[in-house]
C-alpha cells in the first residue's frame, strides 16, 4: 500500500513528547521524536546512516542523539556532530529532520519532501486554544489499514448498531443524508439532519437535555488524515439564535487525526470540544470515558474487518446510499495517491 506523503499527518499527543526518544512509524516510515531543554519538538528519521541502527534506542545526551551502536551523535537538525576516532564528519552522514508543528494538543509532522512543507496547508484547530471550549482528548493504536477507519467515520449510521447506548439511536440510521465535495476535490461533506428524535445518554448525561431533540451531524473529512465533525444538539423546535450565537443549544466538536503507520496499522487520535458545562469537570471526565469507549468499540470492529480482509486490498463488497461519503472519500485519497 501507498500513501500520499506530501501532507501533514498527527504523530503524537503533545503530552507524548519530552525530553526522551519516542519512537513511532508514520506511513511506514520510523521516526524517533523528541523535545529540546527549550521545550522544541523535533522529529527525525529513526535510522543512523551509518548502519542503519535505530535512533531510538540510542541515548539522548542534552539536545543531542547518540546513537546505541557506534556512538555517531546528532543535533537537533539532524546534523552529525560527532564520529568517534576521526574528525572529518562524512557530508552524507546526516538524518533526515521532519517538519513538526505543535498545535494545540496535537504535534503534526510533514511525511513528504521537507522542502516542500507548508504550514497554509495545516488544517485549523481554533478549539484547542479557545478558553470558550473545553477539550478531552487520546489515541488508540488501531489494528487496520487507515482507510477502513474513514470509511467508518463518513459513514455516522452505524452509531446505531455499533454504539447504541452511547450515541447511537434509531434515527441515525434511518435519516438521509447530503454529501458534497468541494470544488476542489479536497474536503468531503456529509450532513444529517434530525428533528424531534432520541436523546442518546452521551448528550442526555453531559448537557440535561431530554427526548426529544433536534441533532445535526455535518462532517468535514480532510483528505488525507483530517475529520472534524460539528455537532448540534437543541430541545426539539429551537432555532438557531438569529444573532449566529446560538446560546440555546450545545456544541461539540469531534476531531480525529488519521495516521496510518503501515498497510494494516492506524493510529486513531481523538478530540471532543464542547462549549458547554466548562467549569464541570464531572461532565468532562464522563464525555472523555465515554468517547473513549465509542472510540474502542470502533477499534474493536475494525479490527475484526482487517483480520477478514487480510492482504486483499480491494474485495467485493456492495455499497448503499450512506456509503456516499465514504465512497467520495476513497476518490479523493485515490486521487492524492497516484498524483
Known amino acids: 500500500m501507498t500513501f500520499p506523503v506530501d501532507h501533514w499527518y498527527v504523530v503524537a499527543n503533545a503530552a507524548e513528547v519530552g525530553h526522551e526518544l519516542l519512537a513511532r512509524t508514520i506511513c511506514g516510515q520510523p521516526l524517533v521524536l523528541f523535545r529540546t531543554s527549550d521545550g522544541a519538538v523535533v522529529a527525525l528519521d529513526d535510522r543512523c546512516p551509518h548502519r542503519n ?10 539536545d543531542e542523539i547518540q546513537c546505541g551502536y557506534h556512538g555517531l ?8 556532530v560527532w564520529v568517534p576516532g576521526q574528525e572529518r564528519i562524512p557530508s552524507r552522514a546526516n538524518a533526515r529532520v521532519r517538519p513538526v508543528v505543535e498545535q ?4 503534526w509532522a510533514w ?3 521537507p522542502a516542500q512543507a507548508d504550514t497554509s496547508g495545516l ?3 481554533p478549539w484547542f486554544d479557545d478558553q470558550s471550549w473545553a477539550v478531552a482528548h487520546g489515541m488508540e493504536p488501531l489494528a487496520a ?8 467515520l463518513l459513514d455516522l449510521s452505524h452509531e446505531t448498531f455499533l454504539h447504541g447506548g452511547y450515541i447511537g439511536t434509531p434515527e441515525v440510521a434511518e435519516s438521509p443524508i447530503t454529501t458534497e465535495v468541494d470544488d476542489d476535490g479536497a474536503i468531503v461533506r456529509v450532513s444529517r439532519r434530525m428533528e424531534r428524535v432520541e436523546c442518546p445518554p452521551f448528550y442526555a448525561k453531559s448537557t440535561g437535555l431530554t427526548t426529544p431533540i433536534d441533532r445535526w451531524q455535518d462532517i468535514e473529512y480532510h483528505a488525507p488524515g483530517y475529520y472534524l465533525l460539528h455537532v448540534r444538539v437543541a430541545a426539539a423546535g429551537v432555532a438557531p439564535s438569529p444573532d449566529g450565537t446560538d446560546a440555546d443549544a450545545a456544541h461539540v466538536k469531534v476531531l480525529y487525526a488519521i495516521t496510518p503507520v503501515d498497510d494494516h496499522n492506524t493510529l486513531d487520535f481523538w478530540a471532543v470540544c464542547r462549549d458547554f458545562a466548562l467549569g464541570d469537570t464531572a461532565i468532562g471526565d464522563f464525555l472523555a470515558t465515554m468517547n473513549r469507549e465509542v472510540v474502542l468499540q470502533d477499534v474493536r470492529a475494525l479490527s475484526l474487518i482487517e ?5 486483499e486490498w480491494s474485495p467485493p463488497e456492495v455499497s448503499l446510499k450512506i456509503d456516499t461519503g465514504g465512497l467520495a472519500a476513497r476518490r479523493v485519497l485515490e486521487h492524492l495517491t497516484v498524483a
Open 53 to 62: 541502527y535505530p535512533l531510538s534506542a540510542g541515548t539522548l545526551l542534552g
Open 111 to 113: 511525511m513528504g519532501d
Open 123 to 125: 488544517p485549523a484547530t
Open 145 to 152: 489499514r487507515y482507510g477502513l477507519l474513514i470509511d467508518n
Open 104 to 107: 494545540g494538543v496535537w504535534i
Open 307 to 311: 483480520q477478514r480482509l487480510g492482504d
Open 73 to 80: 551523535r546528532f543535533d537537533a537538525c539532524g546534523t552529525c
